[in-house]
């Protein structure tokens, strides 16, 4: 076969696979999500006066959330239906509230803002929504739906927060939502940011033009006169005119409005303008003219990010202004006091207009009800809204996982199952782990208990015993508001933090340059020259025309990632976050610049990583959407970067749009990656061939770092927290790959006999499944007779028998007539699936329990197998399936001096103890027979004196009979922890022994 053939060979087989691949359904593997509870971001906030314990609110990277118990408790009403979380407006129907009105993408434009995707619309109070139109306007500022009727909706659309694009201005539908019209617009660089209706006239509209931008190295807000400021339409916007009577007359960036609802001649503005200029407007002419009544600063803190308005229903002299912080007034915005809420960060409030005591705030740590005027608010721990950056992950069992928190005033640990005791479940197991919001957090391999963590370039090393943390920032010097092109050290505001593989002593951190220390932070050397592009007209102060904004966020040319090789000690990688990619083979001694020669300039480079199964082999994720291009770039090279492949093409599987931000290889599997991208998860199972999408119920949110540990996929997300994908072994097989006629069983994943404590507490949240086998298995068809799932211990002794149909139960009847004689364990158990495709079965380590006249309880809840070797039959019609497995002891368990010996005696005096009670239950269900047919009082009267002794009398506290004590002594085996039994239990089972035997001989 020549080149050109086999080039042609390859091309046709790569098709058919990618054909093959992206035909699969993945359903059966389920993320789980594990915390944080506390909320994130919330950008807009909204109720209902018809219902006045119902709000929503809309999160930055999260999504429609819905209360209907004053904020008690929130749920989210847009999964499976919004193809972005970024919430920009939400509007109910002022005389319907099962009509709801959302537009997407936010209008805080930080560099991590998400896109818009345009409207949406529910007619069933968010049950269901369907999209209705604007796809492409970008940010929305506002809606506004008339009061006298609902299908006619105004939008201002802010525009791409990223570029400039001629979908920019403010929008209306008369037929909600099925046609849209552009009714004002100045360009393809200047939106709106806020729009009003006049409640007693809907035809008199206020629109709030802004000039907006985001550029990586800075924020444009604002622009001249003519590209800001407030335009008023008295037809319905048929017509327009710019109000500028009293308003600034130069530079004017973001402003937003708020008109009264009990006075239809006073509006209000708050305007960003320089200084002197900026602040509150009033008119009370319905903007003929305004006044500046006030100048205060904290109105327009941040303005680009903040700035809101909203007035008291009843009283506009009663005037709130949502900035840092958030801002009352009650004497038309001359004075101005600050209100205390649950975080500070402030971006919305919405009012009862029957009872503007009752009020819902939304801030940066979630959304806050208050039925007091602001007195007294509702939690933010019960939203979990976490935007976190990365995710680390320690060595503990179970091991906990790590981040940045956006908003929080540390970073965060939590675990990935219960490590502990705890009573208020869900928002307990949330830890401080030093450094700030960014991150991130590394904990120390071998020592959890050290934290090397991150606050905006500043190193810190956190002790969880202490709680305290040690600064040992690199170059001490405070980088907060400089011009970068000054700095000795330029820090990215999620500078990052990598332990080596081969050290757990040597820690590298990025500035522009690799800083390396071997002593906790105490000594730092630099190990690199500049690695990145350092282009002079980036190098500018943040924020322009008016107001400055130099946080770290905008600072470029910094590191974005680094990684050392875990095959090679001194095979460092980096990636800057202007788009260069450089590589050191001897530990920093000489680097290369490896930048692919056709990957476009000035992109952030979110992850480097090295290969775990070759020494050349390396991949890039690239991301540019903050230069206006969502195209996904994902590159691999084989020889140390001097050449690259783009794997992410436009027809290989990620989805257009679907920007790149982390890329990881399976340590165990050549072959197999994951990506993580601003929309969601994607593998490829042939080394970036071909992707497929491995969303399965994972809500649509960006994807902000991946980690393969214990064969878990853990992900962190901007808005929804972090997630875990327990047991991936499946996809490491090489049959996962090979969809074809005939069944398959995977190979399960060795399992940690975990015992968790009990988690008492409301709801699903945090997900803590119980411990587990995941037996994962293909099914090339729906199967006609049912599954039979058997497991078999090391001797091959049936431990237990699944059935997914009970009529399987049912064919073997002398079996089910003597199932209390039967050493067989057989059940029926639903989940069983023997659909179509991909299976999983979660097998929860349990044999054989106690006998029960319910046939629903019978033999369940028995003993956890001991630690050992397993085997897994899987029958499907006449195929036979066997994989073997392995259940591993707990370490903590083996750490408290527990041995394998010591369990055994333990499952056996449970299971001795169980079999007591099974003997005990079938005498007691024999007695109540045998009652019900006495043949004369004596009997009867002698059955119920023996049945009285075995079976507790009714009513408040009653005497423990000897049913109860056996099982009190079943609980006392066994029933929460690993341990050896005491001398009392064993003594008392002889006892209760010797009792069931006499009742048993009193009985015949």
Known sequence: MNFITKSKFLFFALTIISIKLFSQDYDALQYRTIGPERGGRVTTVAGTPMLPGTFYLGASGAGVWKSDDYGTSWKNVSDGFFTTPSIGAIQVAINDPNIVYVGTGSDGLRSNVIGGKGMYKSIDAGKTWEHIGLKNVGQIGAVEIDPTNSNIVWVAAIGNAFKSNPERGIY??????????????????????????????????????????????????????????????????????????????????????????????????????????????????????????????????????????????????????????????????????????????????????????????????????????????????????????????????????????????????????????????????????????????????????????NCKGRFGVFDKLTGTEKAYYVGASNIYGHNPKDLKYRFQRVAPIHVSPHNPDVVYHGSQYLHKTDTDGYEWETISPDLTAFEADKQVISGSPITRDITGEEYYSTLYSIRESKLKEGLIWTGSNDGVISVTQDGGKTWKNVTPKKLPKGGRVESVEPSQHELGTAYIAVDRHLLGDVTPYIYKTTDYGSNWTLISTENNGIASGHFARVLREDPVKKGLLYAGTEFGVYISLNGGITWQSFQQNLPVTPITDLKIFRGDLVLSTMGRGFWILDDITALRQDSFAEWNSEPKLFQPDETIRYRYPKVRGSGTFPEFPRTSVYIDYYLPEKTKGGLKLEILDANGTSVVTILSDSTQLKSTVEEVENMDLSQTFRYVNTKLENKKGLNRFAWDLRQKGSWDKDVKKRFKNGAMVLPGNYKARLIVDDTELEQSFTILMDPKVKAQGLSQDDLKVQQSLLVRVQELLSQARQLEADLEKAIKSAINSAEKAKKEALLASLKNDKGAYPQQMLLAQIGYLQYAVGGSADQLPGKDAQQRFSELENQLKELKAESL
Not at 237 to 265: H, R, Y
Not at 314 to 331: E, R, W
Not at 348 to 357: A, F, Q, R, T, V
Not at 411 to 428: E, K, M, R
């Open 172 to 453: 209306k539908t008369i037929d909600g939502g099925q046609n849209w019209k552009k009714v004002l617009s100045i360009s393809d660089k200047v939106g709106f940011s806020d729009l009003e209706l006049l409640p007693s006239n809907p035809n008199v509209i206020y629109a709030a033009a802004w000039k907006a931008e985001r550029k990586p190295w800075t924020i444009i807000s604002g622009g001249t006169k003519d590209e800001g400021g407030i335009y008023k339409s008295v037809n319905g916007g048929s017509d327009w005119v710019k109000l500028e009577n009293g308003l600034p007359e130069g530079t004017i960036g973001k402003i937003d409005l708020a008109v009264s609802q009990v006075d239809s001649s006073i509006l209000y503005a708050i305007v960003e303008a320089p200084e002197g200029e900026q602040g509150l407007y009033k008119s009370v002419n319905q903007g003929k003219s305004f006044e500046h009544v006030s100048d205060d600063m904290r109105l327009v803190n941040r303005p680009f990010y903040y700035t809101n308005v909203e007035l008291d229903p009843t009283n506009p002299d009663i005037v709130y202004s949502n900035a840092n912080p958030l801002l009352k007034s009650i004497d038309g915005g001359k004075s101005w006091k600050r209100m205390s809420v649950p975080h500070g960060d402030n971006h919305d409030i919405w009012l009862n207009p029957n009872n503007p005591e009752i009020l819902i705030q939304a801030n940066d740590g979630g959304a806050n009800v208050s039925l007091n005027g602001g007195k007294t608010w509702s939690t933010q721990f019960n939203q979990p809204t976490a935007e976190l950056y990365q995710v680390e992950v320690d060595d503990q069992y179970p091991y906990w996982l790590y981040a940045g928190q956006q908003d929080n005033y540390s970073t965060i640990a939590v675990p990935s199952f219960p490590p502990s005791a705890i009573q208020n479940a869900g928002t307990g197991w949330i830890i401080n782990t030093g450094g700030c919001e960014t991150g991130p957090a590394v904990p120390k391999p071998g020592d959890h208990n050290t934290v090397y963590a």
